[in-house]
């Protein structure tokens, strides 16, 4: 099985950054991509950001500018580097890894909880 471990969640103020990793089991260069999801209570869970094995990468409007995804193939690891937080931006992110002829692979997910 695959395994996705998310790292780097936790509380903090408006303005501040905070850096995501999501280590994978297996080489990322197995995966056609991955990406970073959030959900918030109450709300469906969407796309924040996206890289793909040719690091071609997409981002959410509400995140764009402020939030950066990229890949360290060496350490099988993905970032998310998020700059100017807001309490909008709270949520649970979760790690996506996606391959062909196969399920998505899933992290457990990481609480991000900014305040004003």
């Known amino acids: 099985q695959v395994q996705l471990v998310e790292s780097g969640g936790g509380l903090v103020q408006a303005g501040e950054s905070l850096r995501l990793s999501c280590a994978a089991s297996v080489s990322i260069f197995s995966f056609n991509a991955m990406g970073w999801y959030r959900q918030a209570p109450g709300n469906q869970r969407e796309l924040v950001a996206r890289?793909?094995?040719?690091?071609?990468?997409t981002y959410a409007g509400s995140v764009k500018g402020r939030f950066t995804i990229s890949r360290d193939n060496a350490k099988n690891t993905v970032y998310l580097q998020m700059n100017s937080l807001k309490p909008e931006d709270t949520a649970v992110y979760y790690c996506?890894?996606?391959?062909?002829?196969?399920?998505?692979?899933w992290g457990q997910g990481t609480q991000v909880t900014v305040s004003s």
């Open positions: 996506n890894g996606n391959r062909l002829f196969s399920v998505d692979s």
């Open positions: 890289i793909s094995n040719r690091d071609t990468t």
